[in-house]
């Protein structure tokens, strides 16, 4: 914790607050509010300049913390967060004592501004007024410091609060969901009820939400059932977060099920859906949901276009992601976003249309940005446009110098026209640039514990009973059909080095280790990148030979595998 006499004075000096005391408080005089001053805090409350200015200006003797925390709830609760600081500010100056309703508000937009010095500094003014046993000031604090970034900061003060509530507790939650430290979010709502705190909606909303980039499905589960155990409120938020939950784990007839059990839903609940039916490859009945939901009476918004027509990336269904987007912007009056552009950039692209999708991005009234640009070059990767793929390529050296995807792509369009010079000047381009690919990276969750594997040689790393299991697998595929896919693999390496690569990609070793300690039907699988063709092919033979259900949730969407077959027909 940062927090200190010394930080409280040098920020006093810096942002002209000005250090009060008790004794301040004590002296000063009561005075009766004039009409005038009424007026002009009503004014001050529905507009900012110049009202407040000018209240602070002309009526300072007769402004007290009532007052001061009325302004700052208001602006806080409308979002306009600098005023709310502006009137604090007005306070120190005045001598005006904050009390315990001061802060939770203020607090609230000091985080919303990611002003963790101003935060800081107030949380030294707390301490030094009496605060620091306050519950209300504390929860506040917890959340701010994990919205400006600092979740140690977060948990030390968490631990060291005298009294907590299932506020405080949602608090350091959400401080974590809100950094991507999803298992510290889980691990501190089981905490949570082993101090026999009873959760809330809030609390649900936000365990389920890291459940959901976790890819944990069975704590996921488990945690649906405590709801329904302990007879908790399935609200809109906790149904549309179960729902989302389900989705993301690749669990779709569950998310469905919650979702139709549902008594109130709105438009997120049905965003949700249609995103989850999307990412799963069940792309018609995502457009029947949007048809439903229309129905309804529901009216659909940018996000509900972007998971439709990702539906119809993820299907190739183009004329129909075509009439969508144009019913986008002509009959739903909404204006397309770079990500919907992007959308339908893939779609055509995918779909053979890159010429059209080349005059969409000319006509487009959105200057392109490095996602378009990729789309553009792994659409091209896709049909063989070398041309068109090193225009792409230039575009992104521009935009994105750095980024390794980037050369990874291009790369692949070379090989694919097996032009092993331009192959080679590409790595030698990232290698005098120090650039790196991203390192495949997968996880499988078994019995409520998730095992994480990264790219390489279990034997390097202790793990022979992978090592001999994957060994045992490449061979009992190989008689069923499997060919490796080498031609992704390095160029300039043999064909058996080709294939011992291949062979230790992530997924595969979670793939492995999972039927290994696993005796579940389905086998959940998580991967940071897109699955390659050989996996691909690899995991369809794989789930018929052992015939286990095999979901991949790569970066891009869901694969299910189940006897020999996958959810996406080999369209990805």
């Known amino acids: 914790m940062k927090a200190s006499v010394k930080t409280f004075t040098h920020f006093s000096s810096a942002y002209g607050f000005r250090s009060y005391t008790i004794s301040a408080l004590a002296d000063s005089p009561m005075h009766k509010i004039p009409f005038s001053l009424i007026k002009l805090i009503d004014s001050s409350l529905s507009s900012f300049a110049p009202t407040t200015t000018l209240l602070f200006h002309n009526f300072s003797h007769s402004i007290d913390c009532n007052i001061c925390n009325t302004l700052i709830r208001r602006y806080t609760d409308s979002k306009n967060h600098s005023y709310s600081l502006y009137v604090y500010t007005q306070m120190r100056k005045l001598n005006i004592l904050p009390d315990s309703s001061t802060f939770p508000s203020l607090l609230k937009s000091v985080a919303q501004l990611s002003c963790l010095e101003v935060g800081t500094s107030i949380h030294c003014s707390a301490i030094q007024l009496g605060f620091a046993s306050d519950i209300y000031t504390n929860t506040a604090l917890v959340s701010m410091y994990g919205i400006c970034q600092q979740t140690d900061d977060a948990r030390q003060l968490f631990d060291e609060i005298p009294e907590r509530n299932v506020v405080t507790w949602n608090a350091l939650i959400t401080s974590y969901t809100h950094n991507r430290m999803f298992r510290e979010a889980v691990d501190v709502f089981r905490e949570m009820l082993g101090c026999g705190v009873k959760p809330g909606e809030v609390t649900m909303v936000g365990v389920l939400s890291a459940c959901s980039h976790l890819g944990a499905l069975s704590q996921g589960k488990w945690i649906h059932d405590y709801i329904v155990r302990n007879r908790l409120r399935v609200n809109v938020y906790v149904g549309t977060a179960l729902i989302d939950m389900y989705a993301k784990c690749g669990d779709i007839d569950e998310a469905k099920k919650v979702f139709e059990t549902m008594g109130l839903k709105n438009i997120y609940t049905w965003n949700v859906l249609i995103s989850a039916y999307a990412m799963n490859g069940q792309g018609e009945a995502a457009l029947q949901t949007f048809d439903r939901m229309v129905v309804e009476g529901v009216k659909p918004d940018a996000v509900t276009f972007l998971s439709v027509l990702c539906a119809c990336c993820h299907q190739g269904f183009v004329e129909e992601g075509r009439r969508l987007f144009s019913n986008m912007i002509n009959e739903f009056r909404l204006q397309p976003k770079i990500v919907h552009y992007g959308c339908m950039i893939d779609l055509l692209g995918r779909g053979g249309f890159l010429d059209e999708a080349m005059e969409m991005i000319h006509s487009m009234k959105l200057k392109p940005d490095a996602i378009i640009w990729r789309t553009l070059l792994g659409a091209c990767r896709f049909h063989g446009r070398e041309e068109l793929g090193e225009f792409a390529f230039r575009k992104l050296l521009e935009l994105e110098p750095t980024n390794g995807e980037n050369y990874v792509l291009i790369s692949n369009v070379h090989t694919q026209k097996k032009k092993w010079t331009e192959v080679g000047e590409v790595r030698e381009l990232m290698d005098s640039s120090g650039i790196k690919k991203i390192p495949g990276c997968s996880s499988i969750e078994i019995e409520n ?18 090592h001999m299991m994957l060994q045992d697998m490449k061979k009992q595929l190989k008689l069923a059909g499997y060919v490796p896919e080498t031609e992704i693999a390095l160029y300039d390496i043999n064909e058996e080095e080709k294939e ?19 005796s579940e039907p389905t086998l959940r699988i998580m991967k940071n990148l897109r699955i390659c063709q050989d996996c ?37």
Do not use: M, T
Request: contains cysteine; proline residues 1%; neutral net charge.
């Open 449 to 466: 514990a998730v095992y994480e594997f990264k790219a390489s040689d279990p034997l390097e790393r202790g793990h022979e009973e992978i």
């Open 500 to 518: 011992h690569n291949l062979i230790y990609h992530s997924e595969k070793l979670a793939l492995a280790f999972g039927l290994l300690h696993s």
């Open 536 to 572: 691909h092919q690899f995991f369809k033979l794989a789930s018929a030979i052992y015939e286990r259900n095999i979901v991949v949730r790569d970066i891009k969407r869901f694969h299910h595998f189940s006897g020999g077959l996958c959810s996406c027909k080999d369209y990805w």
